[in-house]
Each structure stands twice: as C-alpha cells, then as structure tokens.
C-alpha cells in the first residue's frame, strides 16, 4: 500500500513565525502535491513537485514556498505565517510520466495561526 | 476553463437507503474523473475513477458512479448506505490541459446517516 505521512496532524504556529510541514512518501512516486482545504473550497493546489529539485506553482502559492531535496520528502514552508493562513494541509503524491495518475493523500496537519 | 461543481454541501439519508452524490464538471475534452472520501479527521481516499471504456465504474466500498458524458455528470451512487459511509465526499477533474498533475476537485459533500 501507498503511505503518505505528514510530520504533524495539530500544530499551532504564531504569527510571523516561520513554518515547515514535512511530507513523506514511500513508493517512489515522482509527483508531490501540496493542497489547502477549506470549508466550502474543497482543495486548493498550492505547489507541486514532479522531480527532486522542481517545482511549480500550483493556484495559490502566495506566501508559501516548497523544497524537495530527496524523492520521498516534500516541504511545504510558510515563510511568515498569517491568521489567513489557518487551515488544512493534505500532501499527495503520484506516479509520474504523461499518463494521469490517481493521487494518494496522506492524512493532514491542520495548522492555527494565532 | 475546468471546473468541478457538487451541488450539495450536505446530504442526510437513513441507514440502509440509497445514496446518490451529484458532480458535474466544465472540461473542454474527454476527462479523468474521480471520487475520493474523506473520514473525519483523514485524508483522502480513492473511491473509483473513470478513465475511457464502460462509462458505469465499480468502486471501492460498494460504490459506483456513472459517466454522463451528455449531462457532464459524475455521480456517485450506493444502493444500501451504512453508518460508516458517514464522510465528506470530493469529485475531481483532470487534467489540466497542458500539466498532467493538475486535477480540480469539488467543494465536497458532507453525509450524514440517521440511525
């Protein structure tokens, strides 16, 4: 079975501070996702990522950037962290190449910025 | 451009009636279709997919789902719902046009299950 962890399912963060949520995958997959949801939006596509070192914007990246350093490990980082900025953070993961893959979800870090 | 609409924001049915999840979508070609559930307090979990071929897919759980082509629906059916089928539902879209990676997802739908 495809797992996708995340570093921490809770997290409360100050604004200003500087946040790193930490995906990881175990199935070699090329693709990682960053999402954001919330109620009434469904998800959001912040970042993704479809080879170590590469990355691409997703529909609002704005006040978050990403590294990918090894194939399994995708970081979502909150340079400043704002109130508007509380929510819920799936990662995700796929195969890559031109076909369409499903994404596999791992369970979420729900962050409050207070 | 690619949309993904589901009408309901939440749906109550008794155990052990039937179920049925509306999605329609804006594509501009034959497209990637998805449902995925969300437990509470979970991540997302693949239902079923359509890809090409017959446009009734089985899924996981009991579930299927029926590609409309002439009504751009996708919805989501379970003869016999159970207390666990409790969740919040999400169709996606994909993929964008010129990226492969890129699916659009729903705003959800929420079910609830009388006892």
């Known amino acids: 079975d495809v797992k996708v962890t995340q570093s921490s399912r809770y997290l409360v963060k100050r604004t200003g501070e500087k946040v790193f949520l930490e995906c990881v995958q175990d199935?070699?997959?090329?693709?990682m996702f960053w999402y954001r949801q919330d109620p009434g939006l469904g998800l959001r596509l912040i970042y993704f990522s479809y080879d170590v070192k590469m990355k691409e914007k997703g529909d609002i990246p704005e006040g978050y950037s990403v590294s990918r350093e090894k194939k399994e490990r995708f970081s979502l980082i909150l340079e400043s962290a704002s109130t508007n900025q509380t929510s819920m953070y799936l990662c995700?993961?796929?195969?890559?190449?031109?076909?369409?893959?499903?994404?596999?979800f791992g369970p979420g870090t729900r962050l409050t910025v207070t | 451009a690619q949309s993904v609409t589901q009408p309901d924001i939440h749906i109550t049915v008794s155990e052990g009636a039937s179920l049925e999840l509306r999605c329609n979508y804006s594509?501009?070609?034959?497209?990637?279709l998805f449902w995925y559930v969300q437990s509470p307090g979970q991540g997302l979990q693949l239902l079923l997919k359509y890809f090409s071929g017959d446009t009734l897919v089985q899924g996981i759980k009991g579930f299927e789902a029926e590609f409309k082509r002439s009504q751009s629906s996708f919805n989501l059916r379970k003869p016999s719902v159970h207390w666990s089928d409790a969740a919040e539902y999400f169709c996606?879209?994909?993929?964008?046009?010129?990226?492969?990676?890129?699916?659009?997802f729903g705003s959800g739908t929420k079910l609830n299950v009388k006892p």
């Open positions: 199935m070699d997959h090329e693709n």
């Open positions: 594509y501009g070609a034959t497209p990637y």
């Open positions: 995700a993961s796929s195969l890559g190449g031109t076909g369409v893959h499903e994404q596999y």
């Open positions: 996606a879209v994909g993929p964008e046009r010129y990226n492969f990676n890129k699916f659009y």
